[in-house]
């Protein structure tokens, strides 16, 4: 059974960086898609990012150039660093993988990420 833990939030200032980590164990996701989401208080889920296979990377308009997913397959891990973070970014991050075809099906528990003005 695939699992994913996230880590590296935290609490930081606007303008500041944080790196989160994304450990996938219980099968191999090399071939998987591996994707962030986050929620934001009183909001929906959305899409932050998400690469596939082949390391090709895609980002929400809100998050281009900010940014950079990244995954490292021999160590089943997967990146997110988020540089001039904003309050708005302000949200639960959710680590997530495509397992058994190309909708994200496994997620992780989230870390929390809360950026101060």
């Known amino acids: 059974q695939a699992q994913l833990v996230e880590s590296g939030g935290g609490l930081v200032q606007a303008g500041d960086s944080l790196r989160l980590s994304c450990a996938a164990s219980?099968?191999?996701?090399?071939?998987?898609?591996m994707g962030w989401f986050r929620r934001a208080p009183g909001k929906e889920r959305e899409f932050v990012a998400q690469?596939?296979?082949?390391?090709?990377?895609y980002y929400a308009d809100s998050v281009k150039g900010r940014f950079t997913i990244s995954r490292d397959n021999a160590k089943n891990m997967v990146y997110l660093q988020m540089n001039s973070l904003k309050p708005e970014d302000t949200a639960v991050y959710y680590c997530?993988?495509?397992?058994?075809?190309?909708?994200?099906?496994?997620w992780g528990q989230g870390t929390q990420v809360t950026v101060s003005s």
């Open positions: 219980g099968r191999t996701f090399s071939n998987s898609a």
């Open positions: 690469i596939n296979r082949s390391r090709y990377a």
């Open positions: 997530t993988a495509a397992t058994a075809g190309a909708s994200f099906d496994s």
